[in-house]
């Protein structure tokens, strides 16, 4: 699969996609830093890659469909240290094995992964 890092994510986090043989590029990697949400959304979608990220601003369909999106991850933790991040993103590599991303928002929780399809 094609994702994209957001920002707000260490780049241990694209390493663990990347070591697990997805295409990864990372918002930090492409200059992309500070430009507004809508912007990042246009450019995942254009590039086909799936967003990966900490902003919750994203799991809202109404602004951002699904059915224009080659699919988003939200990761929602109340402990955002990089351990606990990166623990979800291990869990998360899992759970992408056997399934599908396409026009699909992935909320992950560090107990729980909801998928929500258009």
């Known amino acids: 699969m094609r994702f994209k890092t957001d920002e707000n994510l260490p780049e241990e986090a694209a390493q663990l996609l990347r070591a697990s043989g997805h295409d990864v590029a990372s918002v930090h990697g492409q200059g992309l830093g500070g430009r507004p949400d809508p912007d990042i959304h246009d450019i995942c979608v254009a590039e086909r890659r799936i967003l990966v990220t900490l902003d919750t601003d994203f799991a809202n369909v109404v602004e951002y469909p699904l059915a224009l999106s ?9 402990d955002q240290s990089k351990p606990v991040i990166l623990s979800i993103i291990t869990r998360l590599v899992s759970a992408l094995e056997s399934s599908t991303m396409e026009e699909r928002l992935w909320v992950v929780e560090s107990d729980r992964i909801r998928v929500r399809s258009p």
């Open 70 to 78: 080659p699919g988003r991850i939200v990761i929602r933790s109340r």
